[in-house]
């Protein structure tokens, strides 16, 4: 009985965890408002939202927003959070 309870409770602690870093959580919150409160999108506007973004992100920053950045409209504007991609990049290295 006692395991059976050990493992309803790390399920319930999982279950917590998952939805705490994701659409529901607070990292999903940051995002919406962000981009809502921020960034105000208007009709017609195109909107990047980079794979992986988040608080567990990869490859946020780098290559991917070297390439939005690229092709991006003149006046167009960009709402960074954060660049986790080059943290740990040494100094002069190109990603």
């Known amino acids: 009985v006692d395991v059976l309870i050990i493992i309803i409770l790390l399920s319930s602690l999982q279950s917590y965890l998952l939805s705490s870093l994701g659409v529901l959580g ?4 940051t995002a919406y408002f962000g981009l ?4 105000k999108p208007k009709s017609g506007e ?3 939202v980079t794979g992986a973004a988040g608080a567990v992100g990869s490859h946020v920053g780098g290559a ?3 390439t939005v950045i690229d092709h991006m409209r003149e006046r167009g504007h960009i709402l960074i959070c954060g660049s986790i991609s080059t943290y740990n ?3 002069g290295d190109k990603k």
């Open 26 to 29: 607070m990292t999903g919150n």
């Open 36 to 39: 809502k409160e921020v960034c």
């Open 46 to 48: 195109i909107v990047v």
């Open 64 to 66: 991917i927003s070297t």
């Open 89 to 91: 990049a040494i100094k």
